[in-house]
């Protein structure tokens, strides 16, 4: 079992940045590979930043690519994404998700056993 938990969204203007974190109380939490999804009203949701279990092996889709930096603390059990130069389109629900990945696969897995409820964040023009 175990849970996800987000916070650090916030209502920001465009250009801003924010800082998201994602405290993780799941066993192995170092053999799960973390990503960050948003969705906003009426949009499906986007997976927008990975990271997974073997050093170096980050992705982000093409919308953030540039801004957002998605990292991990196996320490601390924590996932972070630092957004920068938010725009309005950035406006959605965000949540961390993990996926097992006990054979440190290169290509993390699809299937996402955990899910946080979610922290909003808004940008305004």
């Known amino acids: 079992q175990g849970q996800l938990m987000e916070s650090g969204g916030a209502s920001v203007q465009a250009g801003g940045s924010l800082s998201l974190t994602c405290v993780a109380s799941?066993?192995?939490?170092?053999?799960?590979?973390m990503s960050w999804f948003r969705q906003a009203p009426g949009k499906e949701r986007e997976e927008i930043a990975t990271?997974?279990?073997?050093?170096?092996?980050?992705s982000y889709a093409d919308s953030v690519k540039g801004r957002f930096t998605i990292s991990r603390d196996n320490s601390k059990k924590t996932l972070y994404l630092q957004m920068n130069n938010l725009v309005p389109e950035d406006t959605a629900m965000y949540y961390c998700?993990?996926?097992?990945?006990?054979?440190?696969?290169?290509?993390?897995?699809?299937?996402?056993?955990?899910w946080g409820q979610g922290t909003q964040v808004t940008v305004s023009s």
């Open positions: 799941i066993y192995y939490f170092n053999t799960h590979c």
């Open positions: 990271i997974g279990t073997l050093a170096g092996s980050i």
């Open positions: 998700a993990a996926s097992p990945n006990p054979y440190a696969q290169i290509r993390c897995p699809t299937e996402y056993t955990h």
